[in-house]
């Protein structure tokens, strides 16, 4: 959920890259002596459809905010379940070290040459 | 124009700056479009020589594009904010992403404690054998002092079925952690008897 809004702000983004690329394009072809109409007619598509999505996806977002926001801070936190993950892989990890350590052991006496 | 800048005391006056903010620069971009395209217009009747007119353009198209471009910039910094203020104050979606950091971490740990527990399991096991064999042999340092595996278990089976005999030696009886012999399993009676003779 947090992520769908974030990628739509970032396609946002791009929109307004396609924005400025699109009124390039179209003063660019403005001007040379012989204008490709159907270039500039695509063009000019683009960049009204780009500025009109640009606008409602912001004002969306913007609306959304209004009902959403508190002011209040969040306190939540993943600080118990991340120091219970983390207990239990340094369980993991003193288990694998002493059964290393054992197994160093039984290679050591089982080696007559050693 | 910086003044607008300044980050407001409620949320409201910062919603409500970000609408402007989007609304102004959409209008300058469309504005700025607008007018460039009127003024690439070529006019034949110019107050002023041609030359003139057209360095006066040249300037406010220049002008003029570099008001589209702020304007862009302007968007992207409005994304931004939007970006930063979605992540600290939309509530719904801060909790959802912490209740399924939560579970991730939780389900990591229960995976871990499983493994761990299987492997203690499988350990004991090897250790009940060893300690068997160990403690059975005349190798064995054992003073009383600590219960073996395979004796605690021996014990454990002793007091579950107290119709078998529980001892056969003195020295075993007084050391409340002396080794059980157990009839079940006469293999062991003679390595314990021989640690319990030699107890001082």
């Known amino acids: 959920m947090a992520n769908d809004r974030l990628r739509a702000l970032e396609d946002v983004e791009k929109e307004i890259a396609v924005i400025l690329q699109c009124a390039g394009n179209i003063i660019l072809e403005l001007s ?13 598509a683009q960049f009204t459809s780009a500025v009109n999505r640009v606008e409602s996806e912001l004002s969306s977002q913007i609306r959304y905010l209004t009902q959403v926001a508190t002011g209040q801070p969040h306190e939540g936190s993943t600080y118990s379940a991340r120091k ?9 990890e003193y288990a ?19 | 124009m910086s003044t607008q ?19 102004d620069d959409i209008r300058s971009i469309l504005d700025n479009f607008t007018e460039i395209i009127k003024t690439a217009k070529v006019e034949d009747e110019t107050q002023v020589s041609r030359a ?64 761990l527990t299987a492997l203690r399991d499988e350990i004991a096991i090897d250790l009940y054998e060893l300690e068997e064999e160990y403690y059975s042999s005349s190798y064995s340092l054992w003073d009383g002092a600590d219960l ?20 056969t030696s003195a020295d075993g009886m007084e050391d409340i952690a002396g080794p059980v012999s157990q009839e079940s399993t006469p293999g062991n009676l003679n390595g314990h008897s021989t640690n319990a003779a030699e107890h001082p």
């Open chain 1, 32 to 44: 040379k002596e012989k204008h490709n109409a159907s270039l500039l007619d695509r063009q000019l």
């Open chain 1, 84 to 92: 219970d993950c983390q207990m239990a892989l340094n369980r993991a």
């Open chain 1, 96 to 114: 694998r070290i002493k059964l290393g350590e054992l197994g160093r052991t039984c290679e050591v006496l089982l080696d007559p040459q050693t």
């Open chain 2, 5 to 23: 800048r300044v980050l407001p005391q409620s949320k409201e006056t910062l919603l409500q700056s970000y609408n402007k903010r989007l609304k």
């Open chain 2, 52 to 115: 003139t007119q057209g360095e006066q353009d040249h300037y406010e198209m220049h002008v003029r594009a570099a008001n589209i471009v702020r304007a862009g910039e302007s968007l992207m910094k409005l994304v931004s904010d939007l970006k930063q203020f979605l992540i600290l104050n939309d509530f719904p979606s801060v909790n959802e992403a912490i209740s399924q950091r939560n579970q991730q971490l939780r389900t990591l740990q229960e995976e871990c404690d499983k493994k």
């Open chain 2, 148 to 167: 073996p595996l395979c004796e605690a278990f021996h014990r454990r089976d002793s007091c579950a079925s107290p119709g078998t005999s529980t001892g």
